[in-house]
C-alpha cells in the first residue's frame, strides 16, 4: 500500500502496519474522507478517499484554531490585551451582564451568550453580531458565538474584513491555497457535502464567513497549519507566531485526549466529530483527518464547547491510537 507521502512510516519512526491498518478501516467505511500525517516535518500520509486532493471539508468547530491565531496576532503587536473587556473593542458588545466580559473569557469558553446560538442565522453577520449584543450572560460561551465576538473584535481593530485578515496574515506565510473563510463561488464543485445536514450543505452557508465553524480546507492543510505550530511559528513562506505565543498554545484550558498514546502536551480542536487537526509536539507528530460523515452529538453548524479540543466518540478515535509511536524508537 502506498502512502501518498514523501517518506515511508520506517524513515521517521511510525509502524507502517498500524498505518495501513487505519487507512483499511477508513476505505470500508466507504464515505468520502481525507487523511494526511506529517512526522518531523515529513509527510508521510497524504491520502484521499472517495474524492480528489483537493477536495474541500467545512471544518466545524476546527476552524477555531485559525481565530485563536489571529487574536494571538494581535496580542503580539499590541493591538488587544487578553485581559481587556471585550466592550474595549466593541462598545456596543456591553450591557446585559457582558460589561465585564474579557477577550480571555472568551478565547478560553468562558462566559458571554448566546448560550444556545441559533445555527440557522449564522450565514447572517449582521443578525449574528446584534444577537450576540442583545443576549445576556452565559456560562459556558456556545461554539459560533466565540467564532463571531473574537471575529468582531478582530474586524474593529484591523479595520478590515476577517477572511482578508486571516489570508494575509496566516495563509499566505503558510503558501496555504486550499484553505477559505467563506467558500469562493468559483470553488463550489469541490465542496464536499456533508451527510444528514442539509444546513451546512445548502450554498449560502458554505459561501458566509462563519468564524470558528467555517473554514473550508484540505487535511493536507490543517495538517500544515498544526505543523507551523511544531515549528515554532514559522510556516512555508514566513513567520506567523513568535515562539512565546506559540508555547501558550501547548498549556492546556481544558480536559482533552488525543488518542492513547499522545503525550499531555497534545493539543488540537474536533469540529462535530467529523474532522479533526492535532499535534504533538513531543512527538513531532502532526495530523489532520477530515470527513462527510457526523460523529455522534454533531451537526448543526456548530459543537459543544470544547476549548483547545476534546474527546470524540466517532470511528475516528480509532487513528488516535494507530498513530502513536513505534515500539522500534
Known amino acids: 500500500m502506498e502512502f501518498g507521502g514523501e517518506c515511508e ?27 494526511c500525517v506529517i512526522r518531523d516535518g515529513r509527510v508521510v500520509v497524504d491520502q484521499s478517499f472517495g474524492c480528489e486532493p483537493d477536495a474541500l471539508f467545512w471544518l466545524f468547530s476546527a476552524s477555531k484554531p485559525y481565530v485563536a491565531i489571529l487574536v494571538h496576532q494581535l496580542v503580539e503587536s ?51 453580531v446584534r444577537r450576540i449584543e ?57 465542496h464536499v457535502p456533508v451527510k444528514s445536514d442539509r444546513l451546512v450543505n445548502r450554498r449560502s ?11 473550508s480546507a484540505t487535511a493536507h492543510d490543517l495538517a500544515a497549519l498544526y505543523l507551523m505550530l511544531l ?26 485526549a488525543f488518542g492513547q498514546l499522545s ?12 474532522c479533526v487537526g492535532w499535534a504533538d509536539p513531543d512527538r513531532q507528530l502532526a495530523y489532520a483527518y477530515l470527513t462527510d460523515r457526523l460523529g455522534r452529538g454533531g451537526g448543526g453548524g456548530g459543537d459543544p464547547p470544547a476549548g483547545a479540543g476534546r474527546r470524540t466518540t466517532s470511528a475516528r478515535e480509532v487513528f488516535f491510537f494507530w498513530f502513536g509511536q513505534s515500539p522500534h524508537n
Not at 442583545?134 to 461554539?143: D, R, V, Y
Not at 494575509?168 to 468559483?186: C, F, K, S, W
Not at 502536551?265 to 474536533?270: D, S
Request: charged share 20%; glycine share 10%.
Open 205 to 215: 452557508t458554505r459561501e458566509a464567513v462563519v468564524p470558528g465553524e467555517g473554514v
Open 9 to 35: 512510516p520506517r524513515e521517521v519512526g511510525l509502524d507502517a502496519a498500524r498505518l495501513r491498518t487505519a487507512i483499511e478501516q477508513v476505505q470500508t467505511r466507504r464515505g468520502v474522507a481525507q487523511l
Open 78 to 128: 499590541g493591538a488587544l490585551h487578553l485581559d481587556d473587556e471585550v466592550a474595549a473593542y466593541w462598545p456596543e458588545f456591553a450591557g446585559e451582564g457582558k460589561d465585564g466580559v474579557t477577550v480571555r473569557d472568551v478565547l478560553h469558553y468562558r462566559s458571554t451568550g448566546p448560550q444556545r446560538y441559533e445555527p440557522r442565522a449564522m450565514a447572517d453577520w449582521a443578525k449574528s
Open 134 to 190: 442583545a443576549e445576556p450572560l452565559h456560562n459556558p460561551i456556545s461554539s459560533l458565538a466565540y467564532g463571531f465576538i473574537l471575529a468582531e473584535v478582530i474586524q474593529r481593530i484591523t479595520r478590515h474584513p476577517i477572511q482578508v485578515v486571516l489570508q494575509e496574515a496566516v495563509l499566505r506565510p503558510l503558501a496555504l491555497t486550499d484553505t477559505h473563510l467563506g467558500l469562493p463561488p468559483q470553488l463550489w464543485g469541490k
Open 263 to 274: 503525550s499531555p502536551r497534545t493539543f488540537g480542536h474536533n469540529g462535530s466529530n467529523c
Open 231 to 256: 515549528n515554532n511559528g514559522i510556516g512555508t513562506a514566513g513567520r506567523v507566531l513568535r515562539p512565546e505565543s506559540v508555547a501558550a498554545v501547548f498549556v492546556p484550558t481544558v480536559d482533552a
